[in-house]
């Protein structure tokens, strides 16, 4: 079973936070760690932005991204979220087994 760490930001902690209790309690996300204060630098249409964020770190698992991702482009604020899976190569096998756990589709 393959497991994500999945990315993403926010403009404020209070649109964080309730994205992340959103994909905890639809079992798509096992645990969202929110990290209050990232400075981002990117160029968005031709102008190079300066902005503070919060930082999401999502784990989860492959059957759940597809429905995650559908659920944060559905209730993230930006145009363009940023979401990226990265998988993880190893970890502890109780910690992942609880990612298991917390993100079986009781639906």
Do not use: F
Not at 19 to 37: K, T
Not at 48 to 63: A, F, Y
Not at 70 to 96: D, F, M
Not at 100 to 105: G, I
């Amino acid at each position: 079973m393959q497991h994500y760490l999945v990315l993403t930001t926010c403009p404020d902690l209070a649109g964080a936070r309730r994205l992340a209790d959103l994909l905890v309690r639809e079992r798509l996300a096992a645990c969202v760690n929110i990290v209050p204060v990232v400075h981002s630098v990117y160029e968005w249409q031709g102008v190079v932005q300066q902005e503070t964020e919060c930082q999401l770190l999502i784990k989860t698992r492959s059957e759940r991204y597809a429905a995650l991702e559908e659920t944060l482009r559905r209730n993230h604020p930006y145009e363009l979220p940023e979401i990226i899976a990265v998988p993880l190569t190893a970890g502890l096998p109780a910690y992942l087994h609880w990612i298991n756990q917390q993100t079986e589709n009781t639906a």
